[in-house]
């Protein structure tokens, strides 16, 4: 018996630091998905960020270890049966580049439709990406609304003049006001980061005393 060729999957790809995940990811990833009626979004945290300082000798890391940030991703997704989240960065060695997530993903998906989401403000320094021109080769993009950046791409029109239209596409989302650096702030001074990050991330940074003064 001949198998039917299977319709391709259309594939989100949520990638970030998530130094904590928190609710601004999930509300992104999830409007996203309705919208564009993706069939699963695959949050994959950063190994080293390319973009973030790295931790000095005798000074609290500047980014939390990728298992922490990836335990969390994994607790903050675990009852969304269409999430799911990746360790292709976590396990490569070296700096985390876009590119070589898109790559990764493109060989585990050769056959499906990826669609990579990103806040406004990493849409607005695209142009500064390894290879970004080849990024856009690999998946469409989606650039989503985020409080205190302008979703515009004018900058990226020039570039993206041969593409077809759905290469970049934009997309308002409710705004939350939320960042990891908040939370991490607020985490080091004791202060609430109840119902910015999901209940199981509120309680797994407790449990390890992530990003207090004295963590290690
Ligand atoms: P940090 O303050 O450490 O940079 P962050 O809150 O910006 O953390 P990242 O892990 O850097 O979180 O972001 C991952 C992706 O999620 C990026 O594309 C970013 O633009 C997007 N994003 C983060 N927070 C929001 C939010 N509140 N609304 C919409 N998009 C967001
Ligand atoms: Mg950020």
């Not at 985390?96 to 669609?115: A, C, H, I, N, Q």
């Not at 142009?127 to 409080?147: C, D, M, Q, Y």
Request: contains cysteine.
């Amino acid at each position: 018996m001949s198998q039917q060729p299977q319709t391709p999957r259309r594939i989100g790809i949520m990638g970030g630091t998530f130094d904590p995940i928190h609710n601004g990811h999930l509300v992104a990833a999830s409007e996203v998905a309705h919208r564009f009626g993706l069939d699963e979004v695959i949050f994959v945290p950063t190994g080293r960020p390319w973009q973030k300082e790295e931790s000095q000798q005798g000074h609290r890391a500047a980014v939390t270890s990728a298992e922490h940030r990836y335990l969390m991703a994994v607790i903050a997704t675990a009852s969304n049966p269409r999430f799911t989240v990746s360790r292709v960065d976590v396990d490569r060695e070296g700096v985390t580049y876009t590119v070589d997530t898109l790559r990764d993903l493109r060989k585990v998906y050769p056959d499906d439709e990826l669609f990579f989401i990103t806040g406004a403000d990493a849409l607005e320094n695209i142009l500064t990406w390894h290879n970004w021109k080849e990024s856009f080769e690999l998946a469409n993009f989606i650039g989503v609304s985020r409080p205190g950046y302008a979703l515009d791409a004018t900058h990226l029109a020039e570039h993206l003049k041969t593409k077809p239209d759905h290469a970049l596409q934009m997309m308002e989302i409710p705004a939350l006001a939320i960042s990891s650096t908040d939370c991490r702030e607020r985490a080091s001074s004791d202060r609430p980061i109840w119902y910015l990050v999901p209940d199981g991330v509120v309680q797994y940074v407790s449990k390890h005393g992530l990003y207090r003064k004295d963590h290690t």
